[in-house]
């Protein structure tokens, strides 16, 4: 049955291709005589045809465990749609009602069924262990098998169990396949499968039609997403956010701007997520903006862009979706945005987690920091951490190496990285050899008595930012190597011990600098450059309007405001709206001659406004501010309506001047009445009225420490409201 001519003609009769791609002849010949098989296969190799072939020509039912439910749907209507006859794949999970449940177990022990995809959950639970005894399995495949792994980036603790399940089930030969996996998760999938004896085939995850970049996030962001897209108009492309608020928001940004966009995540109705899919499919959207929940199975071979608005969880997980672009082999761009504040809040997220998994994700996120920060090739670096070498210098597809640092000399900070995890006896991680290096002595050094060590502070001398950079690209240099089983710990490689008796030239590349990135320098967040003789102009005339209204500058206009107009050069009343601060109440008030100034000065100056940096924003009216200014209207104390809402005190004075400096008239008096001295409220009030700033350590300085940073924003927002709305 296995012979040249047989296996091909089945691929033809059942799929209709001409022959295999890659390992496949080879993993499905492996399937076919039986042996437990292990395929690590990038994102596009075509993984599922490695089980779907195989079921189809063997005796029985092949048990296929998945774990999204939408993947299942795609995959048995693929299946069906090539077959002859109803009912040669099935799914069986949560979706479906008994009716349906009962008629694909009929099918199955008729003999119909030769595929049957099951969520773990489904494979799990008791009577359906009961049914699959009676049930000829022919083989078992697991799907996105790194959801076995704690160290993969989707684990699932039900994927835990299959092997028990399939213990009582009955025992057939197990493939388990992934697109993703360290060495770490290939160990931790076979160990829990029991499959250690498996042939093992691993594709290589070289894509080289993919281009690389990792732009700094600046407050700017969504200006050079509409831009990019722009650029790109009309082609295929997901944007990954890690929230489903920002998934919405973005979306609706897209839209405003007449980009072809849907949100995609997992609070919408199944109904909603399916449609989304569909149109994305159809091309009557091009961009879709989602959570991760997107793209597992999704087989779109044009999509020409994957955006990450935020840095991934790990590099499993970027690989993974970033590989959804371009698997026609024709481009794909893959852009992430990183800011090192964005990597904090990841790792806070992670607090009141069980110690142990705080731990791996940590671990997880600092590799993806080490790739958005490095300055070497991002391919070889990506494909050094799954454990594949790749061997040019240069890529020539990615902006590291389109950009190349100038290389520095580095043989001596390597020297005392290599001689410093040989005397800490190859037992800790780099950030410990880096404060150990630095002779920085920790309570954790001291407490292992390190500070004592001949080497501890021979780097001192160094620049403190080699550090890294010098570790890098040692681990990529086979100089240094991480443990696998306690992860992260550094070890020597034999070459790095022949390093240290004749040491050579090292010459290595210093990192990207990704700090000050939320800086409040809005001539850079406003995204382009700032006109300085039209901003000039804007504040003078910003101060002859305060004198004859009688109110302080900042009152018509913020500092940002008027940077933003210099920028993007308004001139019509909507697009004023766009700019910072400004809402339509301000607009209307005080709008008219600023647009004025404007328009005159872009035609005596033969200004070309350009278009795309007129981008329109949405009205971020989320529903929680809409409650608060109900609440508000309600006159529910601040304090309690702090706590409805889930709030930190500050954090509602956050979005309550939110909602005043952008135009909305609030009255919170009734609140200021039960909680403040009317004296202190009179003193802050009148401060307000004769400063020419808002800034509120200014303000502070000015009234001394009796007067608390809450009773200044409080008046202060009554003030804005009150002079400003």
Not at 637 to 648: I, K, M, N, V
Not at 652 to 660: A, R
Not at 681 to 690: A, P
């Amino acid at each position: 049955m296995t012979n040249d001519f047989n296996l091909n003609e089945k691929l033809k009769h059942y799929f209709g291709f001409d022959k295999f791609k890659g390992d496949q002849e080879a993993i499905i010949r492996n399937v076919l005589e039986g042996r437990n098989t292990f395929v690590l296969m990038p994102t596009g190799g075509g993984k599922s045809l490695c089980y779907q072939l195989p079921s189809l020509i063997m005796d029985g039912t092949a048990i296929v465990v998945s774990p999204l439910i939408a993947l299942m749907k795609n995959q048995v209507d693929v299946i069906n749609g090539i077959s002859e006859e109803d009912g040669r794949a099935h799914y069986l999970n949560s979706s479906l009602k008994k009716a349906a449940i009962d008629k694909v177990k009929a099918d199955i022990l008729e003999g119909k069924t030769k595929l049957l995809y099951v969520a773990p959950e489904s494979l799990n639970k008791e009577e359906n262990i009961e049914f699959f005894k009676q049930v000829k399995v022919s083989f078992y495949a697991i799907d996105e098998a790194h959801c076995i792994s704690e160290w993969g980036h989707d684990f699932r603790p039900e994927y835990r169990k299959i092997r028990q399940a399939i213990d009582l089930i009955g025992v057939a030969p197990i493939i388990a396949l992934t697109a993703t996996a360290t060495d770490k998760v290939r160990t931790d999938i076979k160990k829990s499968l029991g499959i250690e004896d498996a042939t093992e085939y691993k594709s290589s995850f070289n894509r080289p039609n993919l281009y690389y970049e990792v732009r700094q996030k600046t407050k700017d962001v969504d200006r050079q997403i509409i831009m990019f897209i722009r650029q790109h108009a009309g082609k295929s492309g997901i944007v990954y956010c890690l929230s489903r608020k920002k998934v919405e928001e973005l979306a609706a940004v897209l839209r405003a701007n007449d980009i072809k966009a849907a949100p995609y995540h997992a609070g919408l109705d199944s109904e909603t997520r399916s449609k989304t899919q569909d149109d994305f499919l159809m091309e009557e959207i091009d961009v879709i903006v989602a959570t991760i929940a997107f793209g597992m199975g999704i087989d779109k071979p044009d999509v020409r862009f994957v955006i990450h608005y935020d840095i991934p969880k790990s590099l499993e997980g970027y690989y993974q979706e970033t590989g959804r672009a371009g698997r026609d082999g024709e481009e794909g761009i893959c852009l992430t945005f990183y800011s090192d504040k964005d990597l904090k809040k990841l790792e806070k997220f992670m607090e009141g987690k069980p110690v142990a998994e705080q731990d791996i994700g940590r671990q997880l996120l600092q590799e993806t920091a080490a790739y958005a920060e490095s300055s070497v090739c991002r391919r070889k670096m990506l494909l050094h951490y799954f454990g594949e070498n790749y061997p040019q210098d240069n890529c020539h597809n990615c902006d590291n190496c389109l950009h190349p640092k100038t290389k520095v000399e580095a043989t001596n900070a390597l020297l005392v990285v290599l001689k410093a995890v040989k005397a800490l006896k190859e037992k800790f991680r780099q950030e410990y050899v880096i404060d150990f290096v630095k002779g920085r002595g920790t309570d954790d050094l001291v407490s292992h008595h390190h500070n004592e060590l001949e080497e501890f502070g021979a780097g001192e001398d160094e620049d403190p930012k080699i550090w890294n950079p010098v570790i890098r690209q040692a681990l990529i240099a086979g100089l240094l190597k991480k443990d696998v089983d306690n992860y992260g710990l550094l070890k020597l490689t034999s070459a790095g011990k022949r390093f240290m008796d004749a040491p050579k030239p090292f010459m290595i590349v210093l990192d990207n600098d990704f700090r000050g990135d939320d800086s409040d320098d809005s001539h850079e967040s406003s995204g382009g450059a700032l006109d300085p003789t039209l901003f000039s102009m804007l504040k003078d005339l910003r101060k002859r309007t305060a004198r004859k209204l009688q109110l302080p500058p900042y009152v018509i206009f913020q500092d940002i405001s008027l940077e933003q107009m210099a920028t993007m050069y308004p001139v019509t009343e909507q697009e004023l709206q766009n700019i910072q601060g400004v809402g339509a109440g301000k607009a209307k008030r005080y709008g008219k001659e600023f647009l004025e100034l404007i328009k005159k000065y872009c035609e005596e100056n033969e200004i070309d406004r350009p278009e795309e940096l007129r981008v329109r924003t949405v009205a971020k009216r989320s529903m929680q501010k809409v409650k608060i200014i109900q609440g508000i209207d309600r006159k529910i104390p601040l304090d309690d309506l702090a706590t409805a809402e889930g709030l930190s005190f500050e954090e509602l004075l956050d979005k309550v001047e939110e909602i005043v400096y952008s135009g909305t008239k609030l009255n919170i008096d009734y609140f200021l009445e039960d909680v403040m001295d009317e004296d202190h409220l009179d003193d802050i009030y009148d401060y307000f009225s004769e400063s020419d700033t808002d800034d509120l350590d200014a303000a502070q300085d000015e009234l001394g420490d009796e007067y608390t940073e809450d009773e200044i924003r409080l008046v202060r927002i009554k003030f804005f409201s009150e002079m400003a709305n």
